[in-house]
């Protein structure tokens, strides 16, 4: 049944079928008397707010028995005391509020099924998320509630020209996504994208959240080889506050506590938020750091080998890069075996119980380096570049840009070990082109600095203060 056919005994029997009232333990309906209307509800148990209902049914006893309502919104103004409230005759809208959280009211005489938003989201507390922590600044966090995600954001930016456009996608999950931007500093085209981008989505259900969207995204795109991340995240509320007065678009999914931050480039992923909570010159000296760590980690387990596997060619300088002693395995292997352990340690300390994750971590290192040395699998050396690699990993603010890191790292060294210099040059040609040809999924640059932006529109902010 696409509309509600007016028939309330009708009605009513079709929404039991439909939502499984009696079948399933969560659907809970009840009959009603509002004034001279017979009527029937239907809300999810744990989803509806017990106070907000007690008290809506408790005002519907007060009243008498004779008032009645010549439409639907009369009926509203009359009998509804809940501000969040909307009417449809459309069956399936109806199904999808009810199982969305909402309360469902037919009521005999009304052709219009009432839908009053009286629910509670079930969350955790906000608190600071484990992976961006700062020193300074605000100690709060996103959750998997869309509505207290906004909420946090409008906390932070009262201003009329800040933009909440909802949408729903996914013809089975019905997953809410929000399109937030700021009037006047988000680039229109960009919007339109992105809205076309979201209405075109065929995917059934999006049952992972941010993950789901961001395939679903960038699947037209192609580029399966190309590990860098091309959509930047946040949990962090003074974080997508900020990028939104920027001029960035902001997406919001339900069920997830990660922002999606767009358009993205290359150098945002060099960004953290302590950088903005310590004096310009601090700021700008950890940046260069994150920069000069990067680089180093991409680069410096190749050229290392390279030296290492010509030790007569070293300058008496740099004789320390020689490895001492007779190698049993060669160094190419060594390299790329550390490369794994340290994701099997990874993996295992993901799965490990929180009270011994930690010693789990530190003994696992300690045993697997100790006697690997002792065997002779591996020279010290090996254990400490990648040590250094591996702490390398942690500096970037970015999951996706630190494991894009490691698989380029990983390309060199194959290539450096099969080919040598030339092998090294190739690969790092490889890894350039790829960057230069990575195509975001928003804006048609992945490389061009979000400096010149900010640049641009700084006399728009300032004028609008």
């Known amino acids: 049944m696409e509309q509600l056919s007016g028939n309330f005994s009708h009605d009513c029997a079709f929404f039991d079928r439909q939502l499984g009232a009696g079948k399933n333990y969560d659907i809970l309906a ?3 008397h509002v004034g001279a209307h017979r009527g029937r509800i239907w809300c999810i148990d744990g989803y509806a707010d017990d106070t907000t209902v007690e008290r809506i049914i408790a005002f519907w006893l007060t009243l008498p028995h004779n008032a009645a309502a010549s439409s639907v ?6 009998f509804v005391t809940f501000d969040e409230v909307s009417h449809s005759a459309a069956a399936p809208e109806l199904t999808t509020n009810v199982l969305s959280g909402k309360l469902l009211l037919l009521a005999e005489g009304i052709p219009e099924g009432i839908v009053i938003d009286a629910k509670t989201v079930p969350c955790r507390g906000v608190e600071e998320p484990g992976d ?16 207290r995600n906004t909420a946090l954001l409008r906390r932070r930016i009262r201003d009329p020209r800040l933009h909440l456009e909802g949408l729903k996608i996914g013809q089975k999950s019905q997953t809410d996504v929000v399109i937030c931007y700021m ?28 993950e789901s969207v961001s395939e679903a995204l960038r699947g037209g795109r192609g580029q399966w080889y190309n590990p860098l991340p091309r959509i930047r995240y946040t949990e962090r509320p003074d ?25 993205t480039t290359l150098p945002d992923f060099l960004q953290e938020a302590n950088d903005f909570y310590f004096p310009p010159l601090v700021g700008t000296y950890l940046r260069l750091i994150r920069m000069a760590v990067l680089l180093l980690s991409l680069f410096i387990t190749p050229i290392w080998y390279l030296l290492a596997s010509n030790p007569h060619a070293l300058p008496g300088a740099l004789d320390f890069l020689a490895v001492e002693g007779e190698v049993h395995v060669p160094l190419f292997v060594q390299l790329l075996l550390v490369e794994f352990l340290v994701d099997v340690l990874k993996l295992a300390s993901l799965n490990t119980p929180n009270v011994l994750s930690s010693s789990f971590s530190m003994l696992g290192a300690l045993i697997l380096g100790d006697f690997a040395v002792q065997a002779r699998w591996m020279v010290p050396e090996v254990l400490v570049y990648m040590a250094f690699v591996a702490i390398a990993g942690f500096a970037q603010p970015s999951y996706e840009l630190s494991y894009a890191i490691k698989l380029g790292r990983m390309t060199l060294l194959l290539s450096t070990g099969l080919f040598g210099w030339w092998g090294f040059f190739g690969g790092a040609a490889l890894i350039l082109l790829i960057t230069a040809t990575t195509k975001p999924i928003l804006g048609k640059s992945y490389l061009r600095s979000r400096r010149k932006i900010m640049l641009l529109r700084r006399p728009i902010r300032k004028s609008n203060t």
Do not use: W
């Open 132 to 147: 961006s922590r700062v020193l300074r600044g605000a100690h709060d966090g996103f959750v998997e509630a869309l509505v």
């Open 239 to 263: 974080v997508a506050a900020s990028c939104a007065l920027e001029g960035d678009i902001l997406l919001f999914i339900d069920n997830s506590p990660a922002v999606m931050l767009l358009p």
């Open 30 to 32: 009840r009959n009603v």
């Open 73 to 78: 919104d009369d009926f509203i103004a009359r």
């Open 183 to 210: 009037e006047g500093l988000a680039d229109e085209k960009l919007l339109r994208q992105l809205r076309q981008k979201l209405e075109a989505l065929t995917p059934e259900s999006f049952s992972m959240g941010q």
